[in-house]
């Protein structure tokens, strides 16, 4: 079992993110993570890659939505390099699906920084990522969705008491049980 994200706080209001010169504001019940892109060949994480600012959204029912600029200028991903798979319908938009994975950046428990420490996870996405390239309407931060939780077999807790959530691998036994049911 490996532990993702461990004890990521989200709160009842308002709140702000500050990345690069920029301040986002972060709504109430928002769950910040930190993510990186790659090319869809890519196994391993170059040591170069920037990571950036999303919300993990279970409402969001595809795998990841960016925005083009955010892709280039944060994710320093040019949306040339990656191969279109297709496309879908979001929010009444078309969107065109690309091949990319993206990496879950572990957390410090009971903060939204960054584990350094820790290794990035890598998030199989077979079936892409979608780019929104207009600016109405387009998130303030990128969105991880269920899918992509669901499609690599995460286990997402959340602690309403606490205000957190938990996010890790299955062990050997969850998925043995998982088989024998």
Do not use: Y
């Not at 702000?16 to 990186?36: A, D, I, N």
């Not at 979608?130 to 969105?143: F, N, S």
Request: hydrophobic letters at 40%; aromatic letters at 8%.
């Amino acid at each position: 079992m490996t532990v993702l994200l461990s004890h990521l706080p989200f709160t009842e209001r308002d709140d702000e993110l500050s990345f690069g010169l920029t301040r986002f504001h972060v709504k109430p019940f928002q769950m910040v993570v930190w993510c990186s892109i790659t090319g869809h060949a890519i196994e391993e994480m170059p040591p170069h890659a920037p990571r950036f600012p999303g919300i993990l959204d279970t409402g969001h029912n595809h795998n990841f939505s960016i925005n083009g600029s955010h892709l280039r200028d944060w994710a320093a991903v040019p949306i040339n390099s990656l191969r279109r798979l297709g496309q879908i319908e979001e929010g009444g938009d078309t969107l065109p699906l690309f091949a990319a994975n993206v990496w879950i950046h572990c957390n410090r428990p009971r903060t939204r920084n960054v584990a350094p420490e820790k290794p990035p996870f890598l998030l199989r996405l077979d079936e892409g990522i979608a780019v929104q390239d207009k600016r109405i309407g387009v998130p303030r931060l990128p969105l991880l969705g269920l899918r992509a939780l669901a499609r690599n077999d995460l286990f997402l807790t959340t602690d309403g008491g606490k205000r957190c959530v938990h996010l890790r691998t299955l062990d050997w036994r969850t998925k043995l049980l998982r088989w024998l049911v």
